[in-house]
């Protein structure tokens, strides 16, 4: 289209001005592309001031030709209620007639909306109907959300063999959630022999996306020499990229390592401060343990009144040790 060539073109500077004129000039005689086009310079300003009412004037018109970047960007708006009310049932309606045209991003968001459940009553077959259809077409997420739903049996009969093989797909995208689902299921042995090496591989592709799960499992792995040889530091060196994301589990074991001096020379300041990183996100061991130290006065000063509270907040969170040490102080 020659506006396309005024717009964005490798040979001369942009002149959006004469691309907005050709793409009026075209929309004017009913070119769907051209009035996708159109809008697109009206809904992001480009090279004209912003005017989202002239923008969904377009994209009404081009979708009612049955253009399928139209139709999927009117989902979008009434999805996100970009500039109109929010409104499932419309956005559902554009989508769907992008989607039946084949569009993967269409047929994605539909299992979305469906699956989710959140402005239209939940339908996990309608979900698992449009993910189906997207991850036969190559989409990772959809791939991803198949691998979850045979792994659960939701919306299909449970089969581990069959996630794997989503998983597989998408990981091989890069999709960090399948890439550390295969490693959880090598690990505990779903749907394939237990292989602790192939766990591993699959763990360091998803922590080397930064993936916190992941990390934290290859830092078990090598405390307790799983598919590598033993290494505590190393141990220690992955639970920490771990615990610097936030990961709960991987700031208490830390805490334990250092209160314990387990590896490393016994740092209670230490210790206290990775419970607390792990207390503040309710690891009801992290915080009987922070109980312990304050009545102990390990670390911090001595304080049977914060240790109680300490243990009150693991008992909330179903610690029993935390429960009987409350108790107990209680009845000092």
């Not at 990183?277 to 690891?283: G, K, L, N, P």
Request: charged share 20%; hydrophobic share 35%; with cysteine.
């Amino acid at each position: 289209m020659l506006g396309q060539l005024y717009e964005d073109s490798d040979f001369f500077p942009p002149d959006y001005e004469k691309a907005r004129l050709l793409y009026q000039q075209a929309a004017d005689q009913g070119d769907a592309e051209a009035q996708f086009n159109l809008a697109y310079m009206y809904d992001y300003g480009v090279g004209i001031s912003r005017n989202h009412l002239t923008a969904m004037f377009y994209y009404l018109q081009s979708g009612d030709q049955g253009y399928v970047k139209a139709q999927f960007k009117l989902g979008e708006i009434y999805s996100l209620g970009y500039d109109v009310p929010q409104n499932a049932n419309r956005a559902i309606e554009w989508y769907r007639k992008a989607a039946d045209q084949g569009h993967i991003k269409a047929q994605f968001q539909l299992g979305e909306i469906y699956h989710d459940g959140d402005d239209v009553p939940q339908n996990i077959d309608a979900a698992i109907k449009w993910y189906q259809q997207a991850a036969d077409q190559g989409d990772a997420l959809a791939q991803y959300r198949m691998g979850s739903a045979y792994y659960a049996g939701q919306g299909v009969c449970e089969s581990y063999q069959k996630a794997l093989v989503w998983y597989q797909k998408a990981a091989d995208q890069g999709d960090v959630d399948s890439q550390y689902n295969l490693g959880h299921m090598h690990e505990q042995g779903l749907g394939v022999p237990q292989d602790y090496v192939k766990a591993m591989i699959w763990y360091l592709k998803a922590a080397d996306q930064e993936d916190e799960g992941a990390q934290y499992n290859i830092g078990l792995m090598y405390r307790h020499g799983q598919g590598v040889p033993q290494d505590y530091a190393k141990a220690i060196e992955w639970y920490q990229q771990a615990a610097d994301q936030g990961h709960a589990s991987a700031c208490y074991n830390l805490g334990l390592i250092y209160s314990e001096g387990e590896w490393v020379p016994q740092d209670y300041e230490k210790a206290i401060e990775y419970f607390m990183d792990a207390a503040r996100q309710d690891h009801a061991s992290a915080q009987y343990n922070i109980g312990v130290m304050y009545e102990n006065g390990e670390g911090v000063a001595q304080d049977n009144e914060k240790a109680k509270e300490y243990y009150k907040q693991a008992c909330l969170n179903e610690s029993q040790d935390g429960c009987d040490a409350y108790k107990r102080l209680n009845n000092e």
